[in-house]
């Protein structure tokens, strides 16, 4: 079966088997798990302490707690990922087997958080180092052997790549690059 929270393809199996292991808790104690999660997605800063608390009654191990994040975790990535509205996200949760009280509880922190999340995997993608760019403009007056020679040189240096740019090629580079951000920022993630 294909779940939109996963981009139109089935669940992984180690989820379905987790899904056990999370209905032992309560539907309040999922709740502040799942937002203790959402409000960590995009760092490794989740505190493993304070989550086995939560669960403390629920008799789950370490390893159990950990499973269960890694499981709860996949599903809030992957639905903001999939920009997943709520009531498709706890439609399909009930579908693979969430009682209907813990999957309203998932849905709710996944609505709470929502655009945070999102925000936060956003500045996780195409990370890239800033570039180094050395420019100098040459401008010659005036030559003694060909008279006036007026026209202004951009040296350009972008990662180590040279270039010389005339100012009608400086023209058209700066509209195309206007014009690729323009596209870029027009793009729906």
């Not at 639905?79 to 399909?92: G, Q, T």
Request: aromatic content about 6%; proline content about 4%; some cysteine.
């Amino acid at each position: 079966m294909l779940f939109r929270f996963r981009g139109g393809e089935d669940c992984p199996d180690w989820v379905l088997a987790e899904i056990a292991t999370i209905s032992r808790l309560s539907s309040v104690k999922l709740k502040l798990i799942c937002v203790q999660i959402m409000k960590n997605i995009g760092t490794d800063s989740l505190k493993y302490e304070m989550l086995t608390k939560l669960t403390d009654q629920g008799k789950l191990t370490l390893s159990d707690v950990k499973a269960m994040v890694a499981c709860i975790r996949f599903i809030l990535e992957s639905s903001l990922r999939s920009s997943v509205d709520p009531a498709s996200l706890d439609s399909e949760l009930q579908q693979l087997g969430f009682p209907k009280e813990h999957a309203t509880a998932l849905t709710k922190a996944y609505t709470d958080y929502c655009e945070d999340g999102s925000e936060a995997l956003r500045k996780l993608t195409l990370r890239l180092p800033p570039p180094t760019i050395n420019w100098s403009v040459d401008y010659i007056v005036t030559d003694s052997k060909e008279g006036d020679v007026g026209e202004p040189l951009l040296n350009l240096t972008i990662n180590g790549t040279h270039c010389t740019l005339s100012s009608a090629k400086l023209d058209t580079l700066i509209h195309e690059l206007k014009t690729a951000a323009e596209c870029i920022k027009n793009v729906k993630l």
